[in-house]
């Protein structure tokens, strides 16, 4: 007789268990397991860099194939809601309700995008659920659809969270216009702050309320100004002593705790000494260049963001540091200018904290090209993204084809530091000599 098959296949894990395994696939491993696992992770992307600057000519292979020693993880100081900023999204729970608030499971490519609640998160701290809670039953009692497709119309769409240990709340709505002429829109934007100042929403204490209209993804507030429905216009943050002035689109680090770490730790890599002039590149509102100001000469800020710059002149100003200049733009077409015609004789040290994207390679020319600078600081959040890219264009021989002419750096430390426990993602500190 043929034996029966016994069913062995474990239950299908639910929909909670789906978001977390997909933006914190670490929850379940023990922290000091999750710091093992971020350092294995870092040794690779250093021997891989390793190789590739061998495939360049470059010898630098050091104990173990990396390209440099390599430091332990240094670890979050919080680890279970450590986030002061949360983007929620619009569209499709498991149940079918075409207005939940939450996190995405499942790829556009893949046709099977759910929106699942976030309220189990780890990492997203309890206030940010509440208000995230609050904006779902705004909307479901909203007549308006949610816009899940533009082209399918619906209005309702993202939903960002920034909160401050000082206790400030803002909310960030972002709302698709259609075919709504200005008294629908204005119509809304009343029913919105009603909801959440004297409403069910009002549990929230929100600080700032805002309101964007936007025809695409993501919007600057250029494009498309942020329109403040209630509150005031910023929130504020306490980082080593300093007080920080953050607008909706300003570039914070999301773990401010974790931040303080790092920066105490960038500023001890530097080695300024006080006739050292900073460059800080991607300096969001100024919080590297600031919080290292009295350890230099003068601190020399570039950034895309206008309103972050504006953040950045005011936490200067407030802070009472007067050796900070920032330069509003971006890095690829004011950083040239400023290194071309540089001819101060004071030492030079870089810091550049760019996005995923990494970059310009016109940046890393500039950098190159610019012969006072002997010491770079790179910060990475994805340094096998396109972060590898410059590793490569600042170590190369130079090349006259594409007018590299500056001797090249060699990367010497790295120091990885985890900001942002649960997750796969290491925030890396490269050092940088010549």
Avoid at 5 to 21: G, Q, T
Avoid at 123 to 138: D, G, L, R, T
Avoid at 144 to 156: A, K, P, T
Avoid at 273 to 300: N, Y
Wanted: glycine letters at 6%; a neutral charge.
């Amino acid at each position: 007789k043929k034996k029966a098959r016994v069913s062995c296949s474990l239950p299908e894990p639910s929909w909670e268990e789906r978001l977390a395994n997909a933006v914190t696939p670490l929850w379940r491993v023990p922290y000091q397991e999750q710091l093992q696992v971020k350092y294995e992770s870092q040794r690779k992307i250093l021997q891989t860099l390793a190789s590739r600057l061998e495939e360049l000519g470059i010898d630098a292979q050091k104990p173990g194939g990396l390209c440099c020693p390599l430091q332990p993880v240094v670890p979050s100081p919080i680890i279970n809601g450590y986030r002061n900023k949360s983007t929620f999204s619009v569209n499709r729970g498991p149940d079918g309700n075409p207005k939940t608030v939450g996190l995405y499971v499942g790829t556009g490519r893949g046709r099977n995008i759910v929106c699942v609640k976030a309220n189990h998160m780890e990492n997203i701290p309890s206030k940010h659920k509440q208000v995230a809670q609050c904006y779902e039953e705004f909307i479901c009692r909203s007549p308006l659809d949610s816009c899940i497709l533009f082209h399918e119309g619906g209005h309702w769409r993202e939903l960002v969270v920034r909160t401050t240990s000082c206790g400030h709340t803002m909310a960030i709505i972002t709302f698709h216009p259609q075919q709504l002429d200005k008294e629908a829109l204005d119509t809304q934007k009343v029913l919105l702050k009603e909801f959440f100042t004297c409403g069910p929403g009002a549990v929230c204490a929100l600080t700032s309320l805002y309101f964007q209209e936007s025809t695409m993804t993501r919007c600057s507030h250029e494009q498309s100004p942020y329109q403040l429905l209630h509150g005031a216009p910023h929130v504020f943050e306490e980082l080593l002593g300093l007080k920080f002035r953050i607008s909706p689109d300003a570039f914070f680090q999301v773990n401010t705790a974790g931040a303080e770490v790092l920066y105490q730790a960038v500023g001890e890599l530097c080695q300024a000494t006080g006739d050292t002039v900073l460059l800080d590149i991607c300096c969001g509102t100024g919080t590297i260049g600031l919080s290292l100001a009295h350890r230099v000469s003068k601190v020399i800020g570039v950034e895309v963001v206008e309103k972050a710059v504006e953040d950045a002149e005011w936490n200067a100003a407030f802070n009472g540091i007067s050796n900070c200049e920032f330069h509003s733009g971006k890095a690829e077409a004011v950083l040239p200018q400023l290194l071309a015609s540089w001819e101060d004789a004071r030492p030079l040290v870089a810091v550049v904290n760019p996005s995923r994207a990494g970059l310009h390679y016109r940046v890393v020319r500039a950098i190159r090209n610019c012969r006072s600078i002997h010491r770079l600081l790179y910060i990475s959040c994805k340094p096998e993204g396109e972060a590898m890219r410059n590793f490569l264009e600042l170590c190369c021989p130079p090349d006259p084809r594409k007018k590299l002419a500056g001797e090249p750096f060699a990367p010497v430390l790295a120091v990885p530091f985890d900001m942002f426990p649960h997750t796969v993602h290491c925030e890396l500190v490269l050092l940088f000599t010549r």
